[in-house]
């Protein structure tokens, strides 16, 4: 399985392609990684170095891709965290090349736009190009409630709500959608719940919440969540492979008291998860 996979990166941490090349890998994947930003570190730290990029430069990655004759073997396209919007055209060129060559190629948007407390914090139109063109074109897609609630217009905060705004965002255009940190009404608060949900069917698993705040895991999830749906077909299967795979990251992390995700360290749970959860049809 070959992966493209176009985001952010950073040198020191686990964000981005950091946090999600790795993950996919050390499933079997084939990686082809653009980045979109190169920066030392992640913005959380307050600080960093590095550069943007901008669409031209990931075009021209893809097209040095193409020159080698290999674009046709690509079986996805991953993306996350966009900086403007010309990087996000020059991704959704990538996609339609790739789907050009191979009918079978699925492309799973991380729909970055932002996050319950943090409100929204990428650039202005940023959103509005997610909800209008990013997410039609995607067969996959990753919100967090937050998201979940722009992309569909909704405030979310039954599971019922969850269902009717993963409805409206279905009718957009993504045939399969996780959403991930979902606390609703119904959400024990010890708890926080994933929901996917494919052909009009829903699946939940809770976890235990942990203490913890870092940045990265939602990019690992995305592309665990993708690159098992790729090879099964089945948003429930991907689900508790995925959820299963990133609360032992997630807990690794918790108990080494570490700021950054032990992505390295922590390896074996993308494998061989430590502990499941079940998968519930809701």
């Known amino acids: 399985m070959n992966v493209l996979s176009i985001q952010s990166h950073v040198a020191y941490g686990h964000v981005g392609n950091a946090s999600a090349v790795f993950p996919m890998q050390r499933l079997g ?24 990029f901008d669409g031209p430069a990931i075009e021209d990655l893809v097209e040095g891709i193409a020159e080698r004759g290999v674009l046709g073997r690509c079986d996805g396209v991953l993306s996350g965290y966009m900086g403007s919007a010309d990087i996000g055209n020059a991704i959704l060129s990538a996609v339609a090349r790739v789907r050009s060559l191979n009918l079978d190629a699925l492309y799973c948007c991380d729909p970055v736009i932002g996050d319950v407390g943090r409100g929204v914090f990428v650039r202005p139109g940023i959103p509005e190009f997610m909800r209008e063109q990013a997410v039609p074109a995607a067969d996959i897609i990753t919100p967090n409630q937050f998201e979940l609630d722009y992309l569909s217009g909704l405030t979310v905060q039954t599971l019922e709500d969850v269902k009717k705004a993963v409805t409206i965002v279905h009718g957009i255009g993504p045939r399969v959608i996780l959403v991930t940190s979902v606390e609703t009404k119904e959400t024990p608060s010890d708890s926080v719940d994933l929901i996917a949900a494919e052909n009009g069917r829903f699946w939940r698993v809770r976890t235990p919440k942990l203490s913890l705040s870092v940045n990265g895991a939602g990019d690992a999830i995305a592309a665990l969540f993708f690159v098992h749906y790729a090879r099964t077909r089945s948003a429930s299967m991907a689900l508790a492979e995925a959820s299963a795979s990133v ?28 502990r499941r959860f079940d998968v519930e049809e809701v």
């Open 29 to 52: 994947v084939e990686v082809w990684p653009i980045h979109t930003v190169q920066f030392s570190n992640h913005t959380g730290y307050g600080s960093w170095k590095g550069r943007v």
């Open 247 to 274: 609360y032992g990251l997630l807990k690794r992390t918790d108990e080494a008291g570490s700021r950054e995700i032990l992505t390295i360290a922590a390896q074996d749970e993308f494998v061989s998860p430590t």
